[in-house]
Nanobody
Framework: QVQLVESGGGLVQPGGSLRLSCAAS????????MDWYRQAPGKQRELVAR???????NYADSVKGRFTVSRDNAKSTVYLQMNSLKPEDTAVYYC???????WGQGTQVTVSS
């Protein structure tokens, strides 16, 4: 059974930074593609970043140049470093193992002055 636990969210001012973590268990982590999604109030969940087992990375246009996804296979953990945060980045952030319907509880990110 896949388990995903996100952490690292919080309240930050515009222009600030946060680092999200997602610890995975129940999978062979190093062979799986990991995704970060976010869902803002009243909006659909959207893909923010993806990192494959081979290290190929993709970002949504809205976060390119500001967010960095990385992974530590030894810790079965994927990270999302978020810099230059904007109010429109406010959302609940989730990680996901690609091609599964397993989701964690998410972590709230609020960008506000």
């Amino acid at each position: 059974q896949v388990q995903l636990v996100e952490s690292g969210g919080g309240l930050v001012q515009p222009g600030g930074s946060l680092r999200l973590s997602c610890a995975a268990s129940g999978i062979i982590f190093n062979i799986r593609t990991m995704d970060w999604y976010r869902q803002a109030p009243g909006k659909q969940r959207e893909l923010v970043a993806r990192i494959t087992s081979g290290g190929t990375i993709n970002y949504a246009d809205s976060v390119k140049g500001r967010f960095t996804v990385s992974r530590d296979n030894a810790k079965s953990t994927v990270y999302l470093q978020m810099n230059s945060l904007k109010p429109e980045d406010t959302a609940v952030y989730y990680c996901n193992v690609r091609f599964t319907n397993s989701w964690g509880q998410g972590t709230q990110v609020t960008v506000s002055s």
